[in-house]
């Protein structure tokens, strides 16, 4: 009989839980039906290990090229970037640094394959060490990367390392830069309300992965034979990203309730903007293009962007309050500390808004679409006790295009 008893009070406590958990899945406002709503669960970042301060790019420059205007100019903005260190994948014994040979694509195809595959399991490993979940429960994996284009992706090589099911559903983002980690939170929540109208349990890791250091000495070729200063290689560091989204459809005990729900993404094509941010393929790997009208486009688009994605939110837009910034923590990304300075400056922002993208900024650089993802990752850990911290959040991204991405969210 008190077995019995401890049995029933046990399975209550259980269905509890889980009717908890499944309330915390839905947007809570007057819309009715109440929409089914996607969330952010668990997030994960992995940096690589070795460390390349701000001495770091000249050191590889002279042991290859003489000294010239251009390089010097570019090594000038390395040293005001205010980036303390950036991380690369690749060891500094590896051929890469000390051939005097540019590397081909197919070399750099395999140091992606080498190096990044490892980093974006780590990353992956921690987002779903903190989930809870099996991996076999994974349906979903949405990952995102601007620096490898082999087919089969680095997704499906992953996919498997980590013991997903032969089924899961693959998407594999390109040609979205920096505005990578957005576009591929916009594209999970898409999948997972199209399974949660199909009442489908659905789960997706969001996954980036950008080693931009491979192509490090394929950007100094081209600054020196064009004599064009190269800001690029000014800013970008090597890091894996990824997150466990649910539709809560379906939650097992052993997943953990979630920190975020999504509550609208919008993507835009800023206008006029053509050429000013690009990233290009050539015979030995990548080359950006980043021109000095950036901030420019960010000034004018960034403000606007904001107004319309609220518009477009039905559970905020009625409220006037929503429509101002600084109801919102930030994770906007740093593509240079330009664009933070000037992000904060047009939507009246204070440091604190931004703290962990300057943060991220100044102690790992720009690593390109896993940027966002690693903000996110520092927000969703942060101390509750360090000062104010908003209930919703706002990332934002600028990629080539130019395009910029916004997913809005709120404390789930
Ligand atoms: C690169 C950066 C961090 C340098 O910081 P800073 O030294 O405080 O910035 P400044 O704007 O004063 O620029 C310093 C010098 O770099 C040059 N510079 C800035 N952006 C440049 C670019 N995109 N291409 C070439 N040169 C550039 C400036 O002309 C200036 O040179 P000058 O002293 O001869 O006039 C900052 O300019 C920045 O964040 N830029 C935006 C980067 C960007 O667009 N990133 C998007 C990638 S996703």
Redesign the pocket.
């Known amino acids: 009989m008190a077995l019995c008893n401890i049995f029933h009070s046990w399975r209550s406590y259980l269905k509890r839980v889980t009717q908890r958990k499944e309330k915390l899945h839905h947007v809570t406002s007057n819309e009715t039906p109440a929409i089914p709503a996607v969330s952010v669960v668990s997030t994960g970042t992995q940096y690589p290990s070795n460390r390349m301060g701000p001495e770091g790019l000249a050191e590889i420059a002279f042991k290859h090229y003489a000294d010239s205007p251009a390089l010097q100019?570019t090594l000038?903005?390395n040293a005001?970037?205010?980036i303390e260190e950036r991380y690369s994948a690749i060891p500094r014994s590896h051929p890469l640094w000390h051939q005097p040979n540019t590397p081909s694509i197919a070399d750099c195809d395999e140091i992606f394959k080498k190096y990044g595959i490892p980093l974006a399991e780590e990353a992956a490993k921690k987002a779903l060490a903190e989930w809870g979940g099996s991996p076999g429960d994974i349906t979903h994996i949405v990952a995102v990367t601007c620096t490898n284009t082999s087919n089969p992706g680095f997704e499906s090589f992953l996919s498997q390392r980590l013991g997903f099911g032969k089924s899961v559903q693959r998407t594999l983002l390109h040609g979205v830069?920096?505005a990578g980690g957005v576009a591929a939170l916009r594209t999970a929540n898409e999948l997972l309300l199209g399974a949660a109208h199909q009442d489908k349990p659905a789960r997706a890791l969001v996954v980036a992965c950008e080693i931009p250091s491979i192509f490090i000495r394929r950007e100094l070729e081209d600054l020196v034979k064009e004599q064009r200063?190269?800001?690029?290689l000014?800013?970008f560091g090597d890091c894996a990203s990824a997150m466990v989204l649910s539709n809560g459809i379906g939650i097992k005990e052993s997943e953990r309730a979630p920190l975020w729900n999504i509550l609208n993404s919008q993507t835009t094509q800023v206008e006029n903007s053509g050429g000013c941010?690009e990233y290009n393929v050539g015979p030995s790997g990548y080359l950006?293009v980043?021109?000095?009208d950036?901030?420019k486009h960010?000034k004018s688009s960034l403000p606007s962007g904001f107004e319309g994605l609220i518009t477009s939110t039905k559970s905020l837009r009625e409220s006037p309050s929503s429509f101002d910034p600084t109801t919102y923590d930030w994770a906007l990304?740093p593509?240079?500390?330009?664009?933070?300075?000037l992000g904060q400056q047009v939507l009246g922002l204070s440091t604190h808004h931004l703290r962990k993208s300057y943060e991220v900024y100044t102690k790992r650089g720009?690593s390109?679409s896993s940027t966002v993802l690693s903000i996110m990752d520092k927000l969703a850990h942060e101390d509750e006790k360090c000062g104010t911290r908003r209930d919703k959040l706002i990332a934002a991204a600028?990629?080539p295009g130019i395009t910029m991405e916004m997913v809005v969210l709120t404390k789930a």
């Open positions: 100019k000038e903005i005001k970037s205010r830069g920096c200063p190269n800001v690029g000014t800013l941010l950006a980043i021109s000095k950036v901030p960010v990304h593509g240079g500390y330009g664009i933070l300075a720009n390109s600028f990629g």
